[in-house]
């Protein structure tokens, strides 16, 4: 396979992952709640989950742009 054709599927498999992070956060959240540690810190766990899902979502976005390009 062509390099390029690789590196656009992977630009489509990081906004699939990215976009499946953003699907997961309520259930992980409630799982996270149970732990004591984390409780007082919920917010932070949650803004870390969304960053880390919109992070993946850009990544995928440009490369999938540069591939057009």
Do not use: H
Not at 22 to 38: M, S
Request: aromatic share 18%; net charge positive; proline share 1%.
């Amino acid at each position: 396979m062509d390099k390029n054709k690789i590196g656009f599927y992977y630009g489509i498999v990081l906004i699939t992952v990215g976009l499946g992070v953003f699907y997961r956060i309520p259930q992980v959240i409630l799982q996270v709640e149970t732990i004591e540690f984390f409780r007082q810190k919920l917010f932070v766990v949650r803004a870390c989950f969304y960053i880390l899902g919109g992070l993946l979502i850009l990544a995928g976005s440009i490369r999938i742009y540069k591939n057009y390009k």
